[in-house]
């Protein structure tokens, strides 16, 4: 069985900085791509910013310049950097992994995983 949990969201003034933190855990063999997605009040979700296996990144137009994602490997873990917070920036952020991971019979299978969520408020 593999999870994502996250951790790092909170309430933080506009201009402030926020770092989240997801890390996979379980039976896994490799993990592909691993990104955030954010939901705002009453949106659609959309992704924030993805990186893949080999450290290429891609970013929404409304955050270039402003989140840095980046993944540690070793403990299957990715991060997103946010500086120069804007209200507009409030959402709750999810964690996303495409995780090949081995079954109960050892088989391996690749699955989109979700985390369950992380609330970033930014107050103006």
């Known amino acids: 069985q593999v999870q994502l949990v996250e951790s790092g969201g909170g309430l933080v003034q506009a201009g402030g900085s926020l770092r989240l933190s997801c890390a996979a855990s379980g039976n896994i063999v490799s993990i592909n791509s691993m990104g955030w997605y954010r939901q705002g009040p009453g949106k659609q979700r959309e992704l924030a910013a993805v990186?893949?296996?080999?450290?290429?990144?891609n970013y929404a137009d409304s955050v270039k310049g402003r989140f840095t994602v980046s993944r540690d490997n070793a403990k299957n873990t990715v991060f997103l950097q946010m500086n120069s917070l804007k209200p507009e920036d409030t959402a709750v952020y999810y964690c996303?992994?495409?995780?090949?991971?081995?079954?109960?019979?050892?088989?391996?299978?690749?699955?989109?995983?979700w985390g369950q969520g992380t609330q970033v408020t930014v107050s103006s």
């Open positions: 990186i893949n296996s080999h450290g290429s990144t």
């Open positions: 996303n992994a495409e995780i090949v991971a081995r079954n109960r019979v050892g088989y391996p299978l690749t699955t989109d995983y």
